[in-house]
Every structure is written in C-alpha cells, then in structure tokens.
C-alpha cells in the first residue's frame, strides 16, 4: 500500500514543447516533468518530493521516435520507453549494447512505463543507460525557453540526482554511428536477478583494427561507483593504440578501480548503490566487470 501523498498537486498536459515550456516557466521550480513515472512517484510516495504541478510530456507528440539519420547516426525522443529500447530493431542492429542494457532494467512492467529521457534526467549515479550511451558518446538535445543546444552526456551530470537542465527538457538524445568493427558489452554486478537493487555497473566499447589485436579505440564507463556515472579516462588510455593482451587488460582494470578513488568516502548516492554495497565491494566489481567486458569483445 503506497503511503498518503504529502500535498496534493496540479496535472497539466500539453500538447506542444512550446506549452510545456510556457507551463515550466510559469510554475517555475514547483513544477516536475512527468515521464513514466517511475522514479518520481517513488519519490513522491516515499521520499517526501512536493511538486505543486506534475507537466506530463506524454501527449507531446514525435517525443517517442527512434531516427535513424543520413550517415547512420541515431536520434532517440526522450519517451522512447525502456522496453523500445530493448526490443526495437533499429537499436539491435545498430546500438545493441543500448538494447542489452535495457533488458536488465527492472521488471516487464517498469520498462514499459520507464523512459530513456527519465532515466537520465534523474541522474542515479547508477542508471543503467548512462554507462552504455557514455561509450556511444552520445549527446544530449537541451531545449529551453532560450532555444535548444548539445551537451555531450560526459558533461550532462553534475552529481546525484543533479544534471545541468536547469529546468530545461530533454527533447533527444543523439548517438553517432559506431564505426564497423567495433563491439560493446555492458555488465551490470547484481547479487540476484530480476527487479534487484543497483549494483555497479561497466559498459566497454572497443574498436579493433581489422584482423589484429590492435585497439583503436577504445571506451570505459562505470556506473554506480562515483556520484555521476563516468568515463575511465586513464583506463583507456591503457589500451587506446596498443595491442590488447591479457596483461593490458589487467591493468586497465586496475586503473579503471583507481579512477574512482578520488571520490572521497562513500560519495554515491544514498538512493542508489551506496546504500547497499560497501564502498570497496563496489570497486572490486568494478575490476572484475571491466576485466570481464574487455576479455568477453577483445576475444
Ligand atoms: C521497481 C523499480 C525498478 C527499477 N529498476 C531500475 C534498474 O534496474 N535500472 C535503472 O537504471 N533504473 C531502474 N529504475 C528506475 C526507473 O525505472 C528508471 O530510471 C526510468 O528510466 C525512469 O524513467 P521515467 O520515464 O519513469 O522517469 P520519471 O519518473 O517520469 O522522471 C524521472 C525524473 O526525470 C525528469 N524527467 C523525465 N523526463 C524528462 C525530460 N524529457 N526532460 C527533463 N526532465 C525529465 C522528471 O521530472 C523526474 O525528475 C527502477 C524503478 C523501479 C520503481
């Protein structure tokens, strides 16, 4: 039985951008976007959020497509919910680790109602998306009554819960075309299966020259280890150019651990991960996923 809401609210829904950025400016920081739902009912229920207006994005139109554009990249509406994600074909065929990283969100149920732009936008140091669309290098579409811009994700989350909309919407998410070649897995630690809390987890995107161990890229992100989901900036730089051997990978695994150590005490979120793994156990994971991913495409 979910606990009485604290206030009640006004619910508006407007059928245009435009009027949903008429109604944020006029309601100011009282008003909340309303996606799926499913992490800001929790926090209305359970931890005392007291929105005086909730602005429902789901009757805006075209907010919910998935574009493939001239040249491959991809553009993603930010209601494209986590369940598209998982089953379209155009995120299979060309963003799988996307597709792979969906399907081990929550149940059936919070998929079909969770959204890519509501998994962002709530910034959970351990939101399932970030990690894979860091190694995408996807950017973020930020539109406000000033106009519209890019950031790219790396830059989008400035700790838990926080972003920089600065009560902006997410209007898409753009994620280039990967180049052939390149594969990337996303692990994800969780002790048991289906609905389980938040562990930590490594998505690893590697771009290898054609029939050689030789790296041409390649990119590392954690989440659910530091107050943002991250890029291993030292980590890939073990392996960017070189060969990848069996030592190498065991050293960018190390130094992926040592990244997160300058985040001082147990500076994750206490929603998310923090609060159920120890601050250690989360960076030993984070060694063994990164060991593992990289070992799993580099084979
Ligand atoms: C039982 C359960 C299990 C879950 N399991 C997982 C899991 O395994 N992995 C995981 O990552 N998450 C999990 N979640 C969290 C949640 O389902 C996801 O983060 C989901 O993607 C949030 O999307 P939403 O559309 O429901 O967001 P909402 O709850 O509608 O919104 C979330 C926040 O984002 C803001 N927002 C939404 N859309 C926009 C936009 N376009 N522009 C600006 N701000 C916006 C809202 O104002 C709100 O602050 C779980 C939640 C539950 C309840």
């Known amino acids: 039985v979910l606990p009485r809401l604290a206030r009640p609210f006004e619910y508006e829904a407007p059928r245009s951008l ?9 309601w100011g920081p009282d008003a909340r976007l309303l996606a799926g739902g499913t992490d800001l009912l ?3 229920h359970e931890r005392g959020l007291t929105p005086a207006c909730l602005i429902d994005l789901k009757r805006i139109p075209d907010l919910d497509e998935i574009d493939v554009l001239p040249g491959g990249d991809v553009r993603l509406g930010p209601l494209v919910t986590v369940r598209t994600l998982e089953r379209s074909p155009i995120v299979h065929e060309r963003l799988p680790v996307l597709a792979e990283a969906a399907r081990l969100i929550g149940s059936v149920q919070i998929r079909n109602l969770a959204t890519l732009g509501g998994n962002l936008c709530n910034a959970s140091p351990s ?3 970030a990690p894979p669309l860091l190694v995408l290098d996807a950017s973020v579409e930020i539109t406000g009554t000033g106009g519209s811009k890019r950031v790219p994700l790396s830059k989008f989350f400035t700790g838990p819960g ?3 909309l600065n009560g902006a919407i ?6 280039p075309a990967p180049p052939l070649g390149t594969r990337a897995v996303y692990l994800k630690h969780t002790p048991r299966q289906a609905m389980d809390v938040a562990g930590p987890g490594v998505a690893v995107y590697v771009h290898l020259e054609a029939g050689s161990a030789k790296c041409v890229e390649v990119r590392i992100a954690m989440g659910g280890v530091a107050p943002t989901p991250l890029r291993a900036a030292q980590a890939e730089a073990v ?6 051997t069996p030592e190498r990978i065991e050293t ?5 651990v040592g990244e997160i150590h300058r985040y001082a005490g147990d500076a994750v979120d206490q929603r998310s991960s923090g609060r159920r793994f120890s601050r250690e ?5 984070v060694k063994v996923l990164t060991r593992r991913a990289l070992a799993q495409i580099c084979r």
């Open 42 to 44: 929790v926090s209305m």
């Open 281 to 285: 156990y989360r960076r030993a994971m």
């Open 252 to 256: 960018a695994a190390a130094t992926a």
């Open 239 to 244: 392996l960017r150019g070189k060969n990848v």
């Open 162 to 164: 926080r972003t920089v």
């Open 18 to 26: 435009g009027e949903a950025l008429d109604l944020l400016r006029r």
């Open 170 to 175: 997410l209007t898409a998410v753009w994620v």
């Open 127 to 129: 939101a399932d998306l």
